[in-house]
Every structure is written in C-alpha cells, then in structure tokens.
C-alpha cells in the first residue's frame, strides 16, 4: 500500500479527494431561507432538479448531510425520506460503475501485498456486512466508501442492499430530527447517530472476527 502511495499520481488523487471533502465539510452551509429561496426560484421541477443534483454531486468527495437535511426542510418526511434515499443509493452506484470503468483493473493488479488481498477476499465473500455497518457509522465518509469498494471485489447486488438498508437510519433521523441547518441539534438525533454508530461497530467487529473461505475470487465484471 505505501508503495502505490508513494506514487505522484496516486498520492495527488488521494490529496485531491481529501482536500475536496475537506473544504466541503467545512464549508458554511446555506441557511434554511436560502435553501427556500432557491426553492421557489426553480419551481415545479424542484424534486426532479433535487434528485439529479443530490446524486450527481454525492458522487464527488461532498458530503451529503446537506442534501439530507434539505430534502427533510423542501419536502417534508414522506417525500423528502424518499427522495434523499434513493438518490443516495443511486449516487454510490454511479459511484462504483464510475471507478470501475475509469481505472480499476489497472489499480487492483497493483494490489498485491497479502493483507491487502486478505481484505479484498473478505469482501468478495462477504462485503454487504462491511459496506453495510460502515454505512450506520455517520463518521466514515460516503464517498470514500463508494471508492474504495470499487476498487475491491465486491458484487454489485451485495454493495447495492447493504448501502439501500445501511442508509436507511441515518438518513430517516437526519431527515425527521436533524436541525442541523439552525444549528440545533435534537437530542433524538443525537441518539439515532450514537445507535447506529454502535450498530456498525459491531457489525465491524463481527466481520473481523468471522472466516472467510480463501477459494480464488474472480472480480465482477463492470456492468
């Protein structure tokens, strides 16, 4: 691994993505009125506009809070829930299909150190219990996430229910507790955040401790 980093390219895409997160991270975010205001600026159209925005951007190193607790403020619970799930679904497949076509192959031959392949076989065999607890603990970065399963061996249909069901409580308690944007935070939210923390720390734990068949792995082909 630090031989790939100690790669120019290599390192200046990791540099990049952690400074993109970063700055967006840290970024103020927009205040509630503003979020209404441009709202009402694109009228009837605003869920669809919504939709492709939320998804096209989380496949970016971006934090996607902001789009979480936007869709709880324009839309209310049903629809604003709706909406933010399935477009932060679709954002980590894009995500996937978009590292998987662009380089991935060439990186993965690159991947040979033993603890490396011991990690890429556990997620072949059993990467939903990883992608899925990693997705309950509101620290790790999506996008990070969605690029470091790409360039593993993890099926496509395991990735995709493990991040649709992994979002599922962060998002319902971002959406219908958070106020993040008025600078509140709700004591409801705070719990949600704490259990699904444990939850995916546990699911963590699990996963480390359980074996895992060292039968060859064949990487699944980009769709």
């Known amino acids: 691994m630090l031989s790939l980093l100690r790669q120019p390219r290599n390192l200046a895409l990791l540099i990049g993505c952690a400074l993109l997160f970063a700055l967006a991270a840290f970024a103020p975010h927009p205040a509630p009125q503003q979020i209404r205001q441009w709202a009402d600026s694109v009228g009837p159209l605003l869920p669809l506009v919504f939709f492709a925005v939320h998804t096209l951007v989380c496949i970016a190193p971006f934090p996607r809070t902001i789009f979480t607790l936007s869709a709880g403020l324009l839309f209310g619970s049903a629809e ?17 299909w978009l590292v998987r076509a662009l380089d991935h192959e060439r990186v993965r031959a690159r991947l040979t150190h033993p603890t490396v392949q011991a990690v890429d076989t556990r997620l072949a065999r059993r990467g939903w219990l990883a992608i899925g607890s990693l997705r309950l603990i509101a620290l790790a970065p999506f996008s990070i ?6 360039l593993s061996s993890i099926r496509f249909t395991p990735y995709l229910i493990a991040t649709f069901l992994g979002i599922i409580p962060g998002t319902v308690g971002t959406v219908l507790l958070g106020d993040a944007l008025t600078d509140r935070t709700s004591p409801a939210q705070v719990i949600v955040t704490a259990a699904c923390l ?9 996963d480390a401790r359980m ?3 060292k039968l ?3 990487p699944e082909p980009v769709a």
Do not use: E, H, K, P
């Open 198 to 206: 444990a939850v995916g720390v546990i699911g963590l734990v699990v």
């Open 211 to 213: 074996a895992v068949s």
């Open 216 to 218: 060859a792995v064949q």
């Open 80 to 96: 604003g829930l709706t909406l933010a799930i399935t477009a932060t679904t679709l954002s980590a497949v894009l995500a996937l």
């Open 145 to 150: 996430v969605n690029y470091c399963a790409a």
